[in-house]
């Protein structure tokens, strides 16, 4: 466990969290891997666990009727994956797939649920992180919506 | 030397017999305008003009002045660097390849009659832009080689000159074969003074007598008078850098409410230079021509790239203009754009004036100095 | 006995265009091309990475591309093409045999030489890779002068990528704004490729080319890595019309694009980017 308390502070999303919470977070942690191509969740699915990337790259695809899986968004080393742990129903609304070997540190959000509720300073400080992920991921997101690379008017 | 007006057909007679094309002022639709001179009496004799914001007219002196004015919506711009011009024209070789034949610029040599100082400045201006940089603009080059210059120095600025406060006049300092000083007091009579090899040649010509101190002094006193009369007054030593911190400054949306962005300053201005290109051809596409023509910063399409227009905006676009003309022309070209002669002023159809656009950015700069 | 005197030979004066053959002409994507083209008389010229040619097609016009060949070498003139209008739809047009006018070289260059011992990093975006690929190749063609050397790319979908062959030669880093089936790379955009890129922040240098507000994220992505703005150099647009500094029309601010870029270090490009419609 001390092992990944050291990973944990190296997170992006983790910087700054003080030493007694990130042990709180280490004891619902645990390393995982995952080879190329298999499947982390389903959409659908119960989401009970976040994931912070440590290397490889992860895809959020979609399944698309008559075209099969797309990929809308990938994930990379030192980024995080998930965050419907955190709002009911508590359910996946993507598929997720590694794209090449990924090693990553997964934490329970059930678990870690729990401890928010008996401590909501806990749960102001992880829901204050997770939103600027959002919020980062939207901006990026308006960007490709901006179509840049657009013809103009031709 | 000292010369009589009389003798100033003799001087138009004599650079038409070297056969220079003696353009200069005239009277034609009710303004002073640049146009061939056969005759020193095409002069505007005894005329003289009263400018203001969008105001010009023509009145009549109580005297015989031949350069009783100040300038008129033409300049010498119209000469060197024509409205429009045909640059070259191409077919297409046996092999496809381009066969260009550029256009000759071979008609006779020009002779500039009653050139000011501010407009011999703005002849310098043009000159860094064209000839001045790592290329050479050949159409210009050619016309401006050979080009003769008989200045006159200014006693009758106009409403809206401002050469004072640019440091462009009103006593012509160089580029001149021949300079004029027109003396009204007493007798009425011409200083002339030589400015080069060419000058001295010519003036052999002319009926000449030696200028005593008294010719001289009256000179003196008739460009001293000038420089007390100007129409218009800009504080121009601190421009480039006033300009740069005042980009985002509500006097521009101010303007913009005025501006109708008909381009008019830029037409008269003789130092606006911008032109685009017309590529022309004929039906079957074997015959084809490169134009060049006079294009102004206040059209929406010079700035067009990727399916729009950098400066759609009146707004953006009087700032490009002014901020140039006044401030960034130092960056690009290292003097300033502005030459003082008024004529934006006189001719903007809303009479906006640029001395009183900078005036008030100036006194209303957030944290800056309260200077007037 | 009279001696027969040529008379002195005037060379064509800077709007004339010379006639170069197109010698290849390949599609890159649906509506971009790579022609390659020699001068039909003369020398070909030395063309600078970074540098633009004014390219004229016969009776149509005349606009800038940028050179997205070999750079600094003599040879032929390789120059890829987006067709977005009339002008351009013609040279994309024109088949091996045809011909086109050029003027130029013109313009500024990117820094590579000057970059000497420091880690590269190529941030494009679309067409933006052109101008930058003669950056890589010199990059690659001094390989020990030079650290680590990164592309970073994207484009708006899988199908718009340009040279693909050479993106998995020099390991570059892709990026798609939208993916299609069978794409399994990356989806997102360019400027989330930085703050994993591999090279030292403390003295890498930064070239970057694609539409302006990609420009604009991504060198906030840079900035946020550590590199400073005089490190950073960007290739910037204006309408252009004569590319030799004496029609004023791509002026930006106290500059003209066409004679003082338009390759131009981002400190000095900064308060100009930060106006808007200036």
Redesign the interface.
Known sequence: MRGLETVLADVPLLEGMDAGRLELLAGCASNVRFEPGEVLFREGDEANTFYVVRSG?I?LETFVPA????????I???EVVGWSWLFPPYRWHFDARA?AQVRATAIDGACLRGKCDDDPALGYDLMRRFAQVMIERLQ?TR??L????????? | MVILPTQLEALVGALRDRGYLVVGPTVRDGAIVYDELERGEDLPTGWTDSQDGGTYRLERRDDEARFGYAVGPHSWKSLLFPPRIRLWQARRGENGSLEVEEEPVDGPPLAFFGARSCELHAIAIQDRIFVGGRVVDRDYALRRENVFVVAVNCFEPGGTCFCVSMGTGPKVEFGYDLVLTELLDGEHRLLLEVGSEKGAEIVEELSTRVADQGDLDAAERAVDAARGKMGRHMEASDLHELLARNLEHPRWDDVAERCLTCGNCTLVCPTCFCSSVEEVTDLEGAHAERWREWDSCFTIDHSHIHGGAVRPSGRSRYRQWMTHKLGTWHDQFGTSGCVGCGRCITWCPVAIDITEEVAAIRSTEEGGDARA | MAVATAEPLVPPGPMVPRSFVVRERARDTSDTWTLTLEALEGGSPSIGPGQFVMVYVFGIGEVPISVSGPPSRPGPVVLTVRAVGAVTEAICATEPGGMLGLRGPLGTTWPIAESRGADVVVVAGGIGLAPLRPVVLHALAHRPAFGEVVVLYGARTPGDLLYPAQLAEWSADVIVDAAEIGWHGKVGVVPRLIPDAAFDAATAVAFVCGPEIMMRFAIEALLERGLTPDRIHVSLERNMRCGLGHCGHCQLGPTLICRDGPVYPYDVARPWLEVREL
């Open positions: 790259t895809a075209r099969g899986g797309m990929t809308i968004e990938t990379d080393a030192g794209v990026w960007l490709r901006l179509d840049v690379y657009g013809r103009g008017d031709g």
